[in-house]
Each structure stands twice: as C-alpha cells, then as structure tokens.
C-alpha cells in the first residue's frame, strides 16, 4: 500500500487538546495523576531502559507520538537526534506548538520535573531545552505502509520506540503482524524496539469517538515482535485485572505492556 492509497481510520477525527488534558495531568504532589499509577509506571520503564546504558547511537524514533513529548523525557538525555513520527497532522502541530514554547502549548513542565526526579537530576529547565533540541524532526507517517515514513525515511534508527499506538491502528492480529513487521524495518540492526501497548483490549473511547482496538495477549505481542526479526524480547506487565474496575479508562483491556528487544544482525 502506498501513501495515497491509506485509508481512513478513527484518528482522522483525533482532538489532540482533549486528549492532553483528559490524559496528561499531574497531581499536587507532582506524581502524573493516572488510574493505577499506569503513568509513573510507563515513565519508570522508559528511564531504566535509557540509564542502563546499553542504548547506544543517537538517532531515535518514535513512532505515533501523539500530540505527547513525555515519553522522549528520559530518551532526550541519551539521543541528540529524535524524529516524531505521527499521523494526525493536528497532533504533529501540538509536538511542533511545543518546541516552540508557542503560548497555548502544552504544560509538560511537572512531567520533565517528574522524571527529572526519578533521574536524580536537579535542573528540569536545562533537560527541557535539551528535549527541545533534540527533537529535531515531526513527520508525518502511517505505520499501515511498508515504508512508514515515505520520503522522510532517512535510514534505520538506533532505537524506535512506540507507545499506544500500535494496537489501535491495527484492524486484526495479522494486521498488527504486518504492522510490526513496518515498524520493526525501521530499526538498525543491533538496534532497540521499545513497544508499548494494550492488553487484550477491543476499544477505547474519548467519550465523543470509540477507537477500535485489536485484542491482543502479551504472548502474541511478543511472538509478533520476534517474528519480525528481534531477539532479546523482555517485557514488563502492569496487569489490570485484580483492581476493582478500572476508574477513569473508557478502555475495556486487562494491562498494559512495556517490551524491548534488539533487532537481529543481518
Ligand atoms: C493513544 S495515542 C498515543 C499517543 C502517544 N504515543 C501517547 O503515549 O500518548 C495513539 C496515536 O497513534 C496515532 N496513530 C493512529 N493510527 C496511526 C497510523 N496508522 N500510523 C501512525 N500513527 C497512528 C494516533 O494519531 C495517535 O496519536
């Protein structure tokens, strides 16, 4: 499938401000506010992955953004060159609104000091121009092509990180192979995959739109991943189902996962 012939799905219609301010708060204690701690959680993982040191290179990419630069915090201190890679155009404007310091930008000021904290790092300001440097790139791509970024595919990146976003824009498990089968060619090989995604999910709703998702076990999502040519796949799983209901998701999924693994050399 090229470009022009993608088709349309849920998050043509994606509001990238309602999705910030439902999703991204802090509470007045400075934790990112987030049922069942899923935020400090996801926010921990990626800070271990990048302070373990094992990452090495400097360009990075991530792949379905979002209108969120919170994920790149930890990532920023270790690679100088990130791309974002989004579909909407709406949600690139929010990355690029930003780095700018644009006046209506978002607030990620409490989440840089979050992980700052985590990190042990005193001068959030100096990581937050530094993120600002570092994303470098805010292109469009669809991760439903072979080719994910078209035109802008520069060569493959040290690491490749995509968060929430996979599940949903796959229609069916052999989808969601093909899927990670795109992304995954965009990793070098030696090079690092970070994945995060939904458990055994079939929805999520914002309240005005029902994104469908693929239902997906840890050991599918895992299996997919060293099809595509990955070894070294390990994960971490925030499970769900021994809390009472899940307050404040309008998501219907047992966990999350977070997996890295390394791309096979060829
Ligand atoms: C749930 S959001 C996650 C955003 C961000 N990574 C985060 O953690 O908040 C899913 C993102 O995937 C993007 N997306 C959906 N389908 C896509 C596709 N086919 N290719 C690339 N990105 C896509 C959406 O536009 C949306 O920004």
């Not at 990620?108 to 121009?129: H, M, T």
Request: charged content about 25%; overall charge negative.
């Amino acid at each position: 499938m090229t470009s022009e012939q993608i088709e349309t799905s849920s998050y043509d219609k994606f509001n990238a401000k309602s999705y910030l301010t439902r999703n991204y708060r802090a509470r007045p204690d400075g934790i990112p506010d987030s049922p069942e701690d899923w935020l400090p959680w996801l926010l921990k993982n990626l800070k271990d992955t990048f302070a373990g040191g094992e990452l090495s290179g400097e360009r990075l990419l991530d792949v379905g953004t979002g209108p969120a630069i919170h994920n790149l915090i930890s990532a920023a201190r270790h690679f100088p060159n990130i791309t974002c890679a989004e579909f909407c155009q709406e949600n690139r404007e929010e990355v690029e609104r930003w780095i700018h310091g644009e006046e209506d930008a978002f607030d990620w000021d409490p989440f840089i000091k979050y992980v700052c904290g985590l990190e042990g790092e005193d001068d959030w300001e100096a990581r937050k121009e530094a993120l600002r440097d570092a994303i470098q790139h805010v292109v469009f791509c669809d991760v439903r092509d072979k080719n994910p970024l078209g035109a802008m595919n520069g060569g493959p990146y040290d690491v490749v990180s995509s968060i929430f976003t996979l599940c949903g824009a796959a229609k069916d498990k052999a989808d969601f192979d093909e899927i990670v089968l795109n992304v995954g060619s965009l990793v070098k090989p030696g090079g690092t995959l970070i994945l995060v995604c939904d458990l055994e999910a079939t929805q999520y709703s914002d309240g005005d739109i029902t994104y469908p998702h693929t239902f997906l076990e840890a050991s599918y999502i895992r299996q997919a991943v060293r099809n595509s040519g990955f070894t070294d796949v390990e994960d971490d799983i925030l499970d769900f189902r021994s809390t009472e209901g899940r307050p404040g998701l309008n998501w219907n999924g047992t966990g999350y996962i977070y997996l890295t693994a390394r791309r096979c050399s060829e």
